[in-house]
């Protein structure tokens, strides 16, 4: 990972904490497919999770707004388990050790895959510039909304938004 990049994501992910009432809609086209392996090693690749909503999450452990979302995407996660729903959790650019270390101390358990990008491919390739940043995938693949910073995900109005593309 280049340091120019680390440090702008440093600077931008201390400004987008606010916690914003909705999604933003977005007509979009598919992303870039990708395999990242989970905390034990286990392969997840993007399009494997078609015909499921999917949430995918950039995120950092040295990110305040990331900290403070972290617990209403896991209670996102219970509210929509026994739906096509996936939660996938991308770490950017740090090793499983620190990522283990931030779970442990914030005392989150998560129930949801937390994917390892350790050199930053996907973030490039899908243009993250900070983080948190959060994208919902329709069941057909499509980019449908996008959030940059934090987000109390758990809402009733980000939990109608989301199930509302599980009928579609």
């Given at each position: 990972m280049k340091p120019i990049?680390?440090?702008?994501?440093?600077?931008?992910?201390?400004?987008?904490?606010?916690?914003a009432a909705d999604l933003k809609p977005y007509t979009g086209e598919p992303l870039p497919d990708f395999i990242l392996r989970d905390l034990q090693g286990q392969k997840h690749q993007l399009s494997n999770f078609k015909g499921k909503v999917v949430m995918v999450n950039f995120w950092a452990t040295y990110c305040t707004p990331c900290v403070k979302e972290m617990p209403s995407i896991q209670r996102l996660n219970s509210r929509l388990?026994?739906?096509?729903?996936?939660?996938?959790?991308?770490?950017?650019?740090?090793?499983?050790?620190?990522?283990?270390?931030?779970?442990?101390r914030f005392k989150i358990a998560i129930?949801?895959?937390?994917?390892?990008?350790?050199?930053?491919?996907?973030?490039?390739?899908?243009?993250?510039?900070?983080?948190?940043?959060?994208?919902?995938?329709?069941?057909?693949?499509?980019?449908?909304?996008?959030?940059?910073?934090?987000?109390?995900?758990?809402?009733?109005?980000?939990?109608?938004?989301?199930?509302?593309?599980?009928?579609?």
């Open positions: 990049l680390l440090t702008m994501w440093f600077a931008l992910s201390a400004v987008s904490g606010a916690w388990k026994d739906t096509q729903f996936q939660i996938l959790a991308i770490d950017v650019a740090e090793d499983r050790a620190a990522i283990e270390a931030f779970l442990k129930t949801f895959p937390i994917l390892i990008d350790t050199e930053g491919n996907v973030v490039e390739a899908w243009g993250v510039g900070t983080v948190p940043t959060t994208f919902i995938i329709d069941p057909q693949g499509t980019l449908r909304y996008v959030h940059y910073g934090a987000l109390e995900w758990d809402s009733n109005q980000v939990v109608k938004t989301i199930t509302s593309l599980l009928h579609k």
